[in-house]
């Protein structure tokens, strides 16, 4: 898990070519049906989700209950905006931050862990979110969830129709994954890259491994409360199964296929994966059994995920040393 | 002469011209859970569908205004989830461009895709047990089956008088679906004279029910009522339930496939059982269609399976007295207008007006049997004002 | 009811399913020590066990201890060769090896909905009514499958204590380095000891089958519990997990005379995340973390 790739600027056409592409790729649902639309808002939120995900993997661990932040922001937010009437910039930013101090809190304790202890303590943290929002009903609104979530609206202009919806989440998703880039160019990046490949030679050289990972988690879990606050305001409807543990799942299957080690590899193993089932809509077990063996494959021939692919056939056509 | 030939080739051959002309599709979407559990529910609804698409297609198509249509169902699976109900809503509405959906089946997806469904018009047919799937502002969806709030009072007036219950436990999953039942039951006991006294709640996945029966023996109840669960776990429940050395009465005031629970739980500890059920087997009606769907799908039909035939039926009758198959309110307008219609599961009539706000949920008639020896026989027939 | 025979009652009921929560983590305590991979498909294979019981019994007609063993067997089998084919480039990597495992838990969950569909089917019991000491009803089937849950449990001590297989399985599961000096083979002891452990959950699904029902979905409640009983007891400890099944049994039967089932559920939660906090060995665990 440790090669990391750094930014595919070796080769200046590459990338002009790969901006193209990103941007043809942007640009396409706006000229498109409402469906499309739609998936597209979907794919943009996720890539936000992953991002933080991918930021949490990048520092060593692995969160199995990334869902269970992204459901500390929705709620905190829908419950603020429709008890107390508050406006959505205010209701989301304090939803993103309450994702944070929990993560903060949270993972102060149990970085500690490594590997599959941290694994578990986090599906384990990801249950009881679960079981607490189905109990607090008078609050949270139990299995019924809550309901008729107004859309998102800044500054008066009221973002409720898919365009504009998609806009904004779009222009999220890019952002997020612009400063991610941004941030593994830093020392500070290196620094976390470094903690993920050797623990204890980084301590050693004096970084901190716990607040690097610290760090990490809570702006993970904050991307994760960013991307489920525009979420819920767009779908306009939560409950507790909308973030259980398959959920979690699902994005650690994006993350992996879209690749852990590349600022890239949320982006594309969202945009692969969010229209995904929609081809397989006839065939859902024929679906999940693609998404295991696709993972598997990737794991065992492309650890790197898709966004390495380029990488690895330069690498196979020996155009350049890598 | 000439005149006479030539009005006779016409008239031959205006009937010609009429089956040459290609039938329009009429598309109906079905939004139902396919896979995963609730898949049998979700597969009941979109057969349904299909079975009374097949019936108007064979005749050549739905005949409005002289036109003819053949009925295409585009069914897409929702796996339960109020999201993934979401974006099929969006891509049958915006995609396939259909205006009558079937579904979806759980409680939470319909309400996730009313907004979308209201907004534009689009006709839903839905199993969804919510109370909040109803509304006087909700003009354009409607509800073919029964619910707790249209079966449980006149079952448990009935029962609580004949059986003599007083204190009655209870056990639901700790989802929309169990809550909704538990307070709708809770309601009609205390209006029939007995108190559910005991209620215990879990997690959807559970087998084992040894210790919260446990719990609920101890506070001394003479019946459980098994509505709101599963027929594999009512049939658990019912099983563990003699395990431990329950002998009161066991009741199941809602829901189908009572077969199921006597698989489950044997017909010993059935024996006794009053149950709910919405067909009555005997019924030539009810009977063609369960026929009709054996031989197509070659498996025993769904208990909600008749009320999306007649639902859809229904919805066919009422483009047929609207005289359009694309003006849907002029049609939901019609469809409420629709009485004492024949249908698969008998005389049909719209109710709901003092519930919802509006009479868009079928009072169809139902009725209370007794588990005798592994079989239900029919003790009581039943409508939303009583049962006798 | 007298609050005295209410506890008995529940000292009962949380014993008898202790010993099956006891069952459903001892395989995958076993893979852990063995391999150090936190398998996500056992409860996919808990589920296969309860099918193969159910097709063993009600379709071929073969009675119940038999259909057990056959089971078992075919699930060793079957576990062997889906280490030794799948998962053996992930032998030393713990991280990559579990999100392995848990797209193998997508592929053998949908295969078992696409073979047999998401209806719960339901085998006979093998016995019924219920068995009374004194004022305490305890059903009898469950009593059938302590029995023999008891005796799987003997034959797998007997076979780590004495056999010569068993003994090397141990001794990788104690330390891997010195055991491979000493010339035990990772070829064979890697997916022998898959095999056995998810042969294991196999005969738990097996057993609990015709208690409850059988469906591609009884899996996920049977890894969760092993995942709490392995956290708390310790992962790859089998002592551990025994003591741990047996208190998770009782704590939960106890709890659920005096709470609601989800405060319950919460406060397990709550008691296992403490757990990992506190001492993530567990109980009685061994390994570093």
Redo the contacts between chains.
Sequence with gaps: ?STVSTSGAKNPACAILGLIILAALVVFPWFS???VL??AV?TAINIIVVNGLALISRSGQ?SLGHAAFMAVGAYVAVILGQRFGLPFFLTSVVGIIASMVVALVLGW??LR?????F???T???G??VR??L??F?DITG????I??IAAAEIFGFKFDSRASMYALCAAVALLTTWMLKRLFNRPIGHAIDSVAVNPALAESTGLSVHRLQVFSFVIGCGLAGLGSVLQAHY???I?P??YNTSIS?GL??ML?IGGRNSVWGPLVGAIVLTPLP?LF??A???Q??F??????LI??FL?GGLSSLPGVLRKLTGKEAA | MHIKALAAALALALPLSATAQEAETLKIGALVTLSGAGASWGQGMKNAAEIAADEVNAQGGLDINGKKYKVQVVAYDDKYQANEAVTVANRLVFEDKVKYIIGPVGSAPVLAIQPITEKNGVIVITLGFTDKALDKDKKFTFRPNVTTVEVAEPQITWLVKSQGLKKVGALFPNDETGHQIAKDLAEAYKKAGADLAATEFFERDRVDFVPLLTRILSKGVDAIELDGNSPTTAGLIVKQAREIGFTGKIIRTGGPATQEIINVAGPDSTEGMFVHTPVNPDLPSTKAYADAYAAKYKHPMNGFSPAFYDGTKLLFEAMKRAGTVTDTEAIAKEMEQIKDFPGALGNLNWTGQEVYGSNHQLNAPFYVAEVIDGKEVIRATCTVSGCE | MDWSILIAQATVNGLIVGLLYLLMAIGFTLVFGVMRMVNFAHGEFYMLGAFGAYFLTTTLGISFLPALAITFAGAVVFGAAVEWSILKPFRHDELNGMIATIGLAMILQNLALMFFGPDPVSMPSIARGATRLGQIAIPTARIYVVIFALAVLCALYIFLKKSKPGRALRAVVEDFEIASIQGIRSKVYYPLGFGIGVGLAAAAGALMAPLFSVSPFVGAAPLLKAFMVVILGGLGSIPGAAVAGLALGLVESYSSLFLSTSTADMLIFLIVIVMLIVRPKGLLGQGEV
């Design positions: 898990m049906g409402p469906f739609h998936l979907l692995l304790i149990i862990l490594r590997g599959v202890y694994v578990l303590v599906f384990a943290f249950e009881l079981l607490v189905l109990d009903t139990g299995a019924n969830g309901t008729s779908i306009g409807y409950s199964e909308t799942v650690i299957v992996v929609e809509r006839g859902v077990q024929t999940h059994i998404y295991g063996a696709a993972l598997i794991l065992r650890p």
